[in-house]
């Protein structure tokens, strides 16, 4: 049996402009944290002649093209594996559509486990591309690379997406105490909402495709944010971190109006009046989980838990995708 794990991750700052239609004019620059939650894949060998694939689905076919799950039959297809005589199952620490990326955790985790069944290494570089080939090049979603990436490569990574698609990754330079105080006072609390990341990014897509000057601008500032949220990490200003982070949110809340909601405006701001110096919904938006920066931690919790919110903690991971079994 091959066991497969591939972390899920927070944005920390310039998320947005990692989809193709805005980096391949402009380029992209974002920083992204994978956290120990993580997607599982298991891929078995059986002695029945079916491919058998489990996930919220049971599916038993005959051949790949019968497979109605398209992100499993097309990493099939990339990798040259038939399928035949093969278990695939998966599990997640988290459920899909909560915004942390799980659905390109899924992605690597699948191809290196199927990698790994060919008995084949694969860089995370490597790795990253040909999840961006499946999600983006093949299944045409509107979504961006940093998922890929950051499982792919785990840690506090910053990317830079250049216009003709490649991708430089490299660790944010942080001192030992400063990444203990980032992990520490970072609080990421479930809304309870969940929704496909595609939906919300098909709007910021298409108006960035039909060179809208609002949308752009406002890609503009965000990338701008990234670069300084890099300059305050690096200099371990945290607190002037997470105050970047509400100006983020406010900026990034003008790109659609399925950003946010009044439940979720309301929670936001009972966290601003609890000890947070700001905070983000992250992923695409209009669910998910909402990240706050905050040094009061016990003040917030205690609001946010009494307002019905469920506090997810987490600490960084530093692997990537990882075979932990083979």
Known sequence: MIIVRSPL?????????DVPSYYSDHEGFLIAAAIDKYVYITIHQTFIEELLVKYSELERVASLDDLKHPIVREAFRLCGVSGRALEVTSMADIPAGTGLGSSSSFTTA?????????????HPEELAERACEIEIGRLR????????YISAYGGVTCFHFHRDG?????????????????????????????????????????????????????LHNVKEMGYRSLKLLEEAQLTEFGQLMDEHWQLKKRRSGGMSNPKIDEWYSLAMKNGAAGGKLIGAGGGGFLMFYAEDKTKLRHAMTQAGLTEVRFRFDFEGTKTIVA
Request: aromatic content about 6%; proline content about 4%; overall charge neutral.
């Open 141 to 148: 979603e509107p979504i961006g690379k940093q998922d890929q």
């Open 166 to 218: 490649k991708v430089d990754a490299r660790p944010v330079p942080l001192d030992t105490e400063t990444l203990y105080n980032l992990e520490d006072n970072l609080l990421l609390f479930f809304t309870g909402y969940s929704r496909a990341a595609s939906v919300i990014l098909k709007e910021q897509d298409s108006k960035t495709k039909q060179q809208d000057a609002g949308m752009i601008a406002n």
């Open 9 to 17: 991750r927070i944005t920390l700052g310039g998320g947005g402009t």
């Open 110 to 122: 699948l191809l290196k486990a199927l990698y790994t069944h060919k008995k084949e290494l694969i």
